[in-house]
């Protein structure tokens, strides 16, 4: 009761804030309090690719995105998009490995795999990371950042189902993928 009373308030204040922008501090979108996405879908990281593999279903990826210190945001993506959860490494990190259960410090940029449209970034106030626990969480992402290192940068594309379904949330419309590049700063 306690955890579905904390994931309803952090889930609140997500949508509260997504409205107004995002600042450094602002975890990318929660998961609604209703989702049986985010209980029954966060079991398990997703597979990875290598950096440098062609994986269809993941757009290219603006700037030089090999270069963590600056930020990257996916572009439109291109055919249907996927219907489950693609993530590939473009960094990958050293160190202890993030798992569900971690609270993590990231960089990230969110973007809408129809048309390439940024709703979200936590570089658009500098390039401080977020802190949040991956359990507060849509389960796509928390799903796409285990087993990343701090270091890495991964981009990762989430179908509707473990994102936000069919709900429209502050600036994403109902039954959107969602592409995250997110830069995995620190594992705590």
């Known amino acids: 009761m306690r955890r579905s009373l904390a994931a309803a308030v952090a889930g609140l204040v997500s949508i509260a804030l997504a409205g107004c922008g995002s600042d450094a501090t602002t975890p990318p979108p929660a998961a609604p309090a209703s989702s049986t996405a985010a209980t029954s879908a966060a079991a ?15 757009p290219p990826l ?7 210190t ?17 993530a590939q490494d473009v960094v990958v990190g050293k160190g202890t490995a993030a798992t569900l259960a971690d609270t993590v410090d990231v960089r990230y940029s ?8 940024l ?18 969480v849509v389960p796509g992402f928390a799903q796409g950042i285990a087993g990343m290192q701090p270091g890495g940068r991964r981009v990762m594309v989430i179908p509707p189902a473990l994102g936000y379904g ?23």
């Open 119 to 136: 709703f979200d970034s936590s570089w658009s106030s500098g390039d401080e990371p977020a802190n949040f626990p991956l359990d507060a």
């Open 44 to 58: 398990e990281p997703a597979p990875v690719a290598a950096p440098g593999q062609a994986v269809p279903g993941i």
């Open 166 to 188: 069919n709900r429209a949330t502050g600036p994403i419309p109902p039954g959107s993928t969602l592409v995250f590049v997110v830069d995995l700063v620190a594992v705590k």
């Open 110 to 117: 969110g973007t809408l795999y129809s048309d390439g449209t």
């Open 62 to 68: 603006t700037g030089n995105p090999t270069d963590v």
């Open 70 to 86: 600056t930020a990257s945001q996916a572009k439109a993506g291109t055919g249907q998009p996927p219907t489950r959860l693609l």
